[in-house]
């Protein structure tokens, strides 16, 4: 019988350290270093994120190869996020997969961070739905650092459809939460004080961006001024309303992103949608797009699991593993990259 390949997977491309082992299709272990310190800051200090990768990279490494019992000798491959990201982060991350290829003699595999998300939908028992999305399907890649619609036809082809001009979701929701008063990140704080909040009370404009991207920046001031009109006229509005403010920014934000999703389906014919990145846990958002996938019932709407929503070793592990099947080794030359690029 053929043997199951185990590969180990290394997510170091902002403020998360993760390192996860699988084995086939299935997580045999998944840690997670969250770097705690960015919330005093009110957001990621790229400087900080390398040094505690840097700290902390060996003891994940060594807690999931504990957690899996496995041999080190019984790993067949390593993969890790090559970029985007922040550059100093990628490079604790790569500068460690590659030694540790070198020191086993086991292939080497380069992930490209927002594939990875998508693809997390691979792993076993990741959704919600617990079934793996059919190709082809569209990927709405939702995080801190990213907003994307991507036409998803296979694996590895992959077409990017729309993107955001500016902020992606995930950070203008980090900064109208700071704007609140609420530390870094935002989004879970949002939707915390949005369950007894009335999402009608406040009006915001929604962006007016052609075709399936996206602006979140125009957006993003709007709100700021909106508080700093209403605080002149009374300064406990924000104490006051916090649940309505939350609640009326968190609908606004699911229906821009449902409205593009709409458009995308309309333009491409597929009707299959798969969700990914840590934005894509917010309750209202799942709510509107399952709620959608029900009055539509050619539509599909796959949604994970909470813990592979946000950056993880997991879904590097498992885009190494549908490398590997597919002979995809990298060369040990390779370097990482901060910038988004094309697949
Ligand atoms: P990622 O970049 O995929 O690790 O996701 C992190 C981003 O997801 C941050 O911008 C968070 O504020 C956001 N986020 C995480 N959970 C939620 C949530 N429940 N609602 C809205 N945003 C969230
Ligand atoms: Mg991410």
Do not use: W
């Not at 995308?264 to 709510?287: D, M």
């Amino acid at each position: 019988m053929k043997k199951k390949p185990i590969i180990i997977g290394i997510e170091s491309s902002c403020d998360d350290t993760g390192v996860s082992i699988i084995k086939n299709r299935s997580v045999l272990s998944n840690i997670i270093i969250h770097q705690k310190i960015h919330k005093k800051y009110g957001g990621v200090v790229p400087e900080i994120a390398s040094r505690l990768h840097d700290q902390n990279i060996i003891k994940a490494v060594q807690k999931a190869i504990f957690l899996s019992k496995i041999n080190l000798d019984q790993i067949d491959a390593i993969s890790f996020t090559l970029g985007p990201g922040l550059i100093g982060s990628l490079l604790v991350g790569a500068a460690f997969a590659k030694s540790f290829s070198m020191g086993l003699g086991i292939p080497l595999l380069t992930v490209n961070h927002i594939q990875a998300h998508i693809l997390s939908h691979f792993i076993q028992n990741a959704n919600i739905n617990n079934s793996y999305p059919k190709f082809p399907f569209l990927g709405l890649v939702i995080s801190g650092g990213h907003t994307q619609i991507i036409k998803v036809n296979d694996f590895f082809k992959m077409e990017i459809l729309g993107s955001t001009l500016d902020d992606s979701v995930g950070e203008a929701l980090d900064k109208i939460a700071i704007m609140l008063g609420f530390s870094y990140p935002g989004g879970p704080i949002i939707e915390f004080f949005s369950k007894n909040g009335n999402d009608k009370k406040f009006i915001f404009s929604k962006p007016m961006v052609r075709g399936l991207d996206f602006s979140f920046s125009g957006f993003k001031s709007d709100v700021s001024q909106f508080i700093k009109k209403q605080l002149k006229i009374n300064a406990l509005f924000v104490k006051q309303n916090i649940p309505d403010i939350c609640a009326s920014i968190q609908k606004i934000i699911a229906e821009i992103l449902l409205e593009k999703i709409q458009k995308a389906i309309l333009k491409t014919g597929i009707s299959r949608i798969v969700l990914a990145g840590g934005v894509s846990s917010n309750h209202e958002i799942r709510r509107m797009f399952m709620s959608f996938a029900k009055e539509n019932k050619r539509c599909e709407i796959f949604i994970l699991k909470k813990k592979y929503t946000t950056d993880n070793g997991a879904m590097i592990a498992i885009t190494g593993l549908l490398k590997y099947e597919r002979n995809l080794h990298d060369s040990i030359h390779v370097t990482p990259y901060s910038k988004f690029k094309i697949f």
